[in-house]
């Protein structure tokens, strides 16, 4: 591939993804114009804090930017607040949706992923909220600051994290997970089953197997209605229930799409040129071999170094380890690598007293670790995971087994 | 309300100027110092905020949590005596006037 240093870049989308294309592009040298479409009135800012910081008792007055005011003027980055309408790859030109078009060189499809709405009657009622934008968590805090009674639908981050929050202001708090296990997708039973009793203990009402069937408008508030026949009275419901990847662009513009913008290793499409990032890329993971679409800061940010590494010459598949973090009340979460439902969990460290590690480990290797208040376990399995080392659970439940000693060995032996 | 300096490597100073109770980090990022990425936004998990910081002030700033503690040992320049995470540090009247030294790279 060869040096496309003064190419006109188009990016869109002006989230963390999108942002760091372009911030990485300049770094690298990049000397062509870069367009950034952002479609939210704000300045970029930065989405995770909205709902751990700004649900509890102590907000941040204002949004932390993604970059300073000054930033994208000094580096001669153009941001449009623009929505594009439709894509034309052969004649590499976007059209937006006040009529007129820009054309590119590259283009970077750094698009997101949206809420999913919530599947039944009454999820557009006032005082049903969802969380993804500064208008969205704007929203919430006024509405937290009359509550009293708060309906979580949907036991994932996003959820647990706004609960933590509501609790911390002592307001009641009931969620409902329509699924056995909280975070299930994301985490292994065993920290999944941890976190459940925490919240218990915290005085969370959490309510597992149960679904939502309706929310109505009981006239003082409203009344969430779920699968097992009861009713729930609210004067805020939030609902977290997941999202879908940001790909209609993408798709009209004939590109394949499959639970995102497929993309190789080396985040192209398999349109010479374009490129997608962050949440709304399903990518080849170098390391694993498996497909996947992460939704994290880690993977919008170290995609978008990639891709504008790759579009400066550079030529590498996309192979960082996968890392998350949740922060819900007190407890800090923090997951190196990504689980499957099969792997072997080894426990370390002490659950009772709210710190450890559980280790994931996949044909007696491993695959990835989840931490709880235990960062440098967390630090050192970034390391160490992606190194393809063979770990035993015996090994780790041998006394004196740190995940950083073990780190501090093998990098030494290493370099 | 309290001032920080911020020192580039290039030896470039950078005065600014924010209410009590602003972490360093959110002193750096809305004022577009170079070199303070905070990416994590404030939570502590990404290490991208560190800091070297003078070591006369060293003994106004709260202890280092073992939080901090751990994730420091991830940074991308190396550690030093003098490092902190910025997003911990929160501004007061006692460390009005703290001069820190930004390091050559974060991630």
Redesign the interface.
Known sequence: MGNNCADSVLIIGAGQAGIQVADSLRAEGHTGPITVLNNEVHHPY?R??LS??YMGVDW?S?P??L?????LE?KGITMLGAEATSVDTAARTVHLADGTSIGYSQLVFATGAANRQLPCPGADLAGVHALRTLDDALGLQDALSTARKVVVIGAGFIGLEFAAGARTRGLDVTVLEFAQRPMGRALSAMASDWFAARHLADGIDLRLNEGVTAIHDAGEGLSVESTAGRAYPADLVLYGVGVNPRTDLAEAAGLEVQNGIVVDAALQTAVSGVWAVGDCASFQHAASGERMRLES?QNA?DQG?HVARTIMGANAAYSETPWF?S?QGPI?L?IAGVSHPGDLPVMIGDPAAGKFSIALLREGKLAAVESV?S??DH?AA?KLIGLGLELTAGDITTAGFTF?ALAKEVLMVGS | MPTITFTQPTGEATEVTVEEGTSLMRAAVTNGIEGIVGECGGQAMCATCHVFVRPEFAGQLADLSADEDEMLDCTTAERTEASRLGCQIKMSTELDGIVVDVPSDQV
Do not use: C
């Open positions: 930065q995770p804090p751990k910081d941040p204002e932390l930017p970059r300073g005011p000054g930033f000094a800061v940010t170094r973090w922060t800090r923090q208040n960062p440098a630090i970034r950083k």
